[in-house]
């Protein structure tokens, strides 16, 4: 069993969750895959430097905020109430329907400035904002359709200039999301669309001009508000065809960005020239070389739906920062503002609690690397499977490790009684302190060949996970039954 086996369906294409393997050294970006994928194979760590903000960053605001937020998860008449940005193809409402929810749309406490604060106290460095979504209305200013917030809207302000400025003030990187989806765009055809949908379905739609249109629209995200950190692709999956990346132009639309700002990452899901990879929802069994970013609603949906108070807790989000950074990625949480422009109160309190842990242990999270170790993150299964027919993984919960030059850092989501054992680790141990503890008391600590044994106070010094800092002297070189691991087949299938 390789301990560091990655869980994520590679080289299957699927289209729920397919991460490919980086495509390492190859002299220029690849061409997009042949065979249908909603992802694309990831190639900019062929240059590290690209994505050296993005590694650094580690953790993000993702905003989806749209018209959808007037209906707010239920469409008027109907029973169902678990909608939210997908409320106009799953309530099956016509484009005449929907275009009325613009001339509604006025969110005036609406405030930037505020939105950047909320992700900035939480620890996040990055926000990426819904410029459009399936939906086809634009939340900024564009000039290629009048279906869009200043020209339909009594709001007439544009919120993505607003925030790219709060960013720019506050030191967060601007990021746009951009849906490859549109349900509304006439020359959008319904085809290829999510279950063929389409408001107004245009037999006679030539995807070629919408192509045009949707590098028209990149254009003005990319010249209208200064430096863009990441063009955030979505919905590109429903173009369900072989020929993919060529019916949307995809490489013209790569190489547009490329010329515009060269320093902008590209996410997986246009289909060419991905930066990093985007599971969804889910985080990866293991450990990879592949830069990646897990996407993940604070609740059960992204856009605002009032029905859906199943929240995260602040220690579930701790931990999966952990886990996350443990195995090289970054993650992207979410937050559904409502149609009068405010982030849910359950959002902020529990960003708030985040906050407070980031604060405390910024230095095992920014930057920070990947575990040494790999046994901790959990194990395969001997028989059950996962639905795609690869062993089940099955996480463990004890501890994860991250670490900067000289330091390791144990997030311990368990509090162990007495003692905590690190097997492997027999590396001399200068010093072993909690990052909570604001004296930095050195702890107890024995080593033998076999590992680190260190001893605890009763009681955690911490309310949500606490973070051990070990300052070690050399590099961790852990020992398996079977030697050493070998970290070279971390992006194994
Ligand atoms: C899914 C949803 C979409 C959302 C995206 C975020 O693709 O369908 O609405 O924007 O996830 O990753």
């Known amino acids: 069993m390789n301990p560091f086996r990655y869980l994520s369906g590679l080289g299957l294409g699927s289209v729920l969750f397919c991460f490919q393997p980086a495509i390492i050294g190859a002299p220029n970006p690849v061409a997009a895959p042949t065979q249908f994928s909603e992802r694309a194979p990831v190639i900019g760590q062929q240059d590290p430097k690209r994505l050296a903000w993005f590694k650094e960053a580690r953790l993000g605001m993702f905003i989806h905020w749209g018209l959808y937020a007037i209906p707010a ?8 109430k678990n909608y939210a940005e997908w409320i106009m193809k799953q309530a099956n409402v016509p484009s005449s329907e929907y275009e009325k929810l613009a001339p509604q749309f006025n969110p005036v406490k609406f405030n930037a400035r505020e939105w950047v604060a909320v992700a900035k106290a939480a620890g996040m460095k990055y926000l990426v904002i819904t410029a459009k979504h399936h939906d086809g209305f634009s939340m900024y200013a564009t000039k290629q359709s009048s279906y869009n917030i200043i020209d339909a809207t009594p709001f007439k302000r544009d919120p993505v200039k607003e925030l790219s400025e709060a960013c720019r003030e506050a030191g967060i990187v601007f990021c746009i999301y951009y849906s490859i989806a549109d349900w509304h765009h006439p020359e959008s055809p319904a085809q290829y669309s999510q279950g063929g949908f389409h408001g107004a379905p245009n037999p006679n739609a030539d995807v070629t001009k919408y192509d045009a249109y949707m590098r028209a629209q990149v254009r003005e995200l990319l010249t209208q508000y200064g430096p863009v950190g990441i063009v955030w692709f979505d919905g590109g999956g429903a173009f369900r065809t072989e020929n993919r990346a060529e019916l949307l132009q995809a490489d013209q639309m790569a190489a547009m960005i490329h010329q515009l700002q060269p320093a902008t990452l590209i996410n997986n899901r246009l289909g060419a020239a991905a930066d990093y990879g985007t599971p969804e929802q889910r985080i990866p069994g293991g450990k990879t070389d592949e830069a990646f970013e897990v996407c993940m ?6 856009g605002y739906n009032k029905f859906d108070q199943d929240w995260k807790s602040p220690a579930l989000v701790v931990r999966n920062i952990a886990d996350i950074v443990s195995k090289g990625g970054n993650y992207l949480l979410n937050v559904g503002p409502t149609a009068e422009g405010l982030i849910p109160s359950d959002s902020i309190r529990i960003l708030k609690e985040v906050g407070a842990w980031t604060t405390t242990n910024a230095e095992a999270i920014y930057n920070a690397g990947p575990t040494p170790f790999g046994n901790e993150l959990g194990f395969e299964e001997a028989i059950k499977k996962e639905k795609n027919g690869q062993p089940l993984w099955v996480d463990r919960n004890e501890w994860r490790c991250t670490t900067q030059p000289g330091k390791l850092y144990f997030t311990l989501l368990e509090w162990p009684k007495g003692k905590f054992t690190v097997p492997g680790l ?9 990052l909570a503890d604001p004296g930095h008391v050195p702890l107890a600590v024995s080593v033998n060949a076999s590992g680190a044994t260190f001893t605890l106070p009763e009681k955690s010094p911490a309310a949500l996970a606490p973070v051990l800092c070990v300052e070690i002297e050399g590099i961790v070189k852990p020992k398996t039954a079977s030697g050493t691991l070998d970290t070279k087949k971390d992006t194994e299938s």
């Open 297 to 302: 609603t604070l609740n059960k949906h992204w």
């Open 73 to 80: 998860g239920q469409w008027p008449g109907q029973e169902a």
């Open 426 to 434: 027999t590396n001399k141990v200068k010093k072993a302190y909690f």
